[in-house]
């Protein structure tokens, strides 16, 4: 079965700071891999998906971007953090984009 | 945007009894899921049910699909302590969109 790794856990940046969230995969091949946002006691929003190496679909307009430079990596970047990133953000993978979905563990980031 | 929603947004119970949480969603699934996130952690898939299906089960939980009504519910017998966490249904067509949850708290 996949495990899905994410680091850091925890992140504090000052606004304006760069970001790079990593996200990795095991015990699969050829993954979608996803990024979602969740707000305090909030759902998920997806943020990013990809259904291949170097193919990246954006779900809502923001100042964060995605790459997928291998089968099982996934990274969440952002040149310039807004307060309005804060949040907890959690990578999945699944084989299809409707079927189910494995997520990692989350990174929680405080831009302040 | 988000398809379904849950009902309620919390739920509070005594250990021992049933709890059951409702999503409703607007357009058409090939099918439904259920997940759990314990606070600060990521979420966990429960079970599935296809649009064909009408009812399915996986140890004590118990769901259930009406696509005429567009709607799901899950039920969990005999609640443990440990089953405090929220839930979210998350519908599959496309793609895949999540609710905001139901928060459940069951007290020993």
């Known amino acids: 079965s996949q495990t899905i790794h994410q680091w850091p856990a925890t992140l504090v940046q000052p606004v304006g700071s760069p970001l790079s969230l990593e996200c990795t995969v095991e015990?699969?091949?050829?993954?979608?891999l996803y990024w979602y946002r969740q707000a305090a006691g909030r759902g998920l929003q997806l943020l990013f998906y990809?259904?291949?190496?170097?193919?990246i679909s954006s779900e809502v307009p923001q100042n964060l971007s995605a790459s997928r430079p291998q089968d099982r990596q996934f990274i969440l970047s952002s040149k310039k953090l807004l307060l309005s990133d804060s949040g907890f953000y959690l990578c999945?993978?699944?084989?299809?984009?409707?079927?189910?979905?494995?997520f990692g563990p989350g990174t929680r980031l405080l831009v302040l | 945007s988000q398809q379904g929603e849950e009902d309620p947004q919390a739920l509070s119970i005594q250990e021992g009894e049933n709890a059951t949480m409702n999503c409703s969603y607007k357009?058409?699934?090939?099918?439904l899921q259920w997940y759990r996130q314990n606070s600060g952690r990521g979420l966990v898939h429960l079970i599935l049910?296809?649009?064909?299906?009408r009812e399915k089960h996986s140890g004590r939980l118990r769901v259930t699909l009406d696509t005429s009504k567009k709607s799901s519910s899950l039920l969990i017998t005999a609640s443990r302590a440990a089953d405090t966490a929220s839930y979210f249904c998350?519908?599959?067509?496309?793609?895949?969109?999540f609710g905001a949850g139901t928060r459940l708290t069951v007290k020993p």
């Open positions: 990809s259904v291949g190496i170097g193919q």
């Open positions: 357009t058409s699934i090939n099918n």
């Open positions: 998350a519908t599959g067509y496309n793609d895949m969109r």
């Open positions: 999945a993978c699944g084989q299809t984009l409707q079927e189910t979905q494995y």
């Open positions: 049910i296809r649009s064909n299906e």
């Open positions: 015990g699969t091949s050829n993954p979608n």
